[in-house]
Structure formats: C-alpha cells, structure tokens
C-alpha cells in the first residue's frame, strides 16, 4: 500500500510562490490517482485539485484555478502542487490523497459515504498579508 508524506509548507508573503511535494512510499503510485485539499482554522476540508493516474488530466475548484497547478511524476512517485498568487485566505493545512478513483478524490468533501484511499499528514501553508 502507499503512504504519502507532504513537503514544501512554510510561510510566504501574499502574491508569493510555493510548491507543495507529495512523495509516496510503495510501487503502486502510478495506480493510483492524486488529489490536493486544505482545511483552514474553523472549516470543513476543501478540496483543491486533481490529477488522473497517467497525469494528462486534472481538475480544479473554482476557489484556485488560475493560480494552481497539480502535476504528478510516476518517476519519481511525487505529486506536486504550484501555488502562485498566494493570498491570506490561502492559509490552511495541506493535505494529499490518494485513490484509484479519481471520482472519489473530487466528491471526497461533498459525499459523506466517500474517503480517499490513503491520506497524507499535512504540511502548514500561512499566507501574510
């Protein structure tokens, strides 16, 4: 089975860059399709992104199109996200999933009766103003 560890946190300015990693431990990387998500202080988890298992295909919530950007290397068993134009309101914990589904990914926050796979631990992501 896979496990996924988050990387890249930290603090940046508003209008400034980071680049989120998700390595996965396991020889089943490429099997499984890669979601992003976040949850701020007093939220519900929001769902950020995601990408197909051959990485050709991704999805975005309205909230981060345009400034996000998922990618995956199957060589490497790393999911990445590029978050451009930060913004205080991005400030939040950063989560990956995984899924063979990449259904499940996207109505993991909506659906109740649907959980990713394999989640990884976080990684803290705070915007200044």
């Known amino acids: 089975q896979v496990q996924l560890a988050e990387s890249g946190g930290g603090l940046v300015q508003a209008g400034g860059s980071l680049r989120l990693s998700c390595a996965a431990s396991?020889?089943?990387?490429?099997?499984?399709?890669m979601g992003w998500f976040r949850q701020a202080p007093g939220k519900e988890r929001e769902f950020l992104a995601a990408?197909?298992?051959?990485?050709?295909?991704?999805l975005y919530a309205d909230s981060v199109k345009g400034r996000f950007t998922i990618s995956r290397d199957n060589a490497k068993n790393t999911a990445y996200l590029q978050m451009d134009s930060l913004k205080p309101a991005d400030t939040a914990v950063y989560y990956c999933?995984?899924?063979?589904?990449?259904?499940?990914?996207?109505?993991?926050?909506?659906?109740?009766?649907?959980?990713?796979?394999?989640w990884g631990q976080g990684t803290q992501v705070t915007v200044s103003s």
């Open positions: 999933a995984a899924d063979p589904k990449l259904h499940t990914l996207v109505v993991a926050t909506t659906d109740k009766d649907t959980d990713p796979e394999i």
């Open positions: 396991g020889r089943t990387f490429s099997n499984y399709a």
């Open positions: 990408i197909i298992r051959g990485g050709g295909s991704q």
